[in-house]
């Protein structure tokens, strides 16, 4: 496996990860020091002037954790489940991932990844309980039915782009 996709989540109004974020990026940042992957993938959105995961999740990666910054990689639309996984695999061209993502949300990212063409393993992030846990539980029981609306009756738009290597060795 050479690459890790984390998803995004919350961002403070500074910018920095909220706790569900932080949990997904120790777990990115472990797996890279323990060489199972080469490059992490961090996507979500930025879609509003003073609002960006990305950008948040690739500093906390590079400046908190020592990740080095040309193992990072920021996908700056990956607006939800659905558009991370179809970027990764139409601009990346990636196969084989390791997703990280909370345990109440990886069974929906293993399956849309899987589904748009990305072997997909996936690592809970699950650190901690969460203040709005049960909302996100109630959240992924809706959006998996949203899920199987965008793969096999309504195909979403998303935001394309130019192909990207990402010098995997």
Known sequence: MQVAIVFGSAVKPDGTPSDVLKDRLKIAADVYTQGKVQKIIVSGDNRFEHYNEPEGMYNYLVDTLAIPE??????????????????????????????????????????????????????????????????????????????????YIWEPSFVGGEKEDLNLQ
């Open 70 to 151: 040309d193992d990072v990689i920021a996908d700056f639309a990956g607006r939800r489940t659905y558009d991370t996984c179809r970027r990764a695999h139409d601009l990346w061209d990636i196969e084989k991932a390791i997703l990280i993502t909370q345990g109440f949300h990886l069974p929906r990212a293993l399956f849309l990844c899987n589904q748009l063409g990305i072997e997909s393993y996936g690592i809970s992030a699950t650190l901690q309980p969460y203040v709005m846990q049960d909302y996100y539980k109630f959240r992924e029981i809706l959006a998996i039915y949203k899920s199987i609306i965008d793969l």
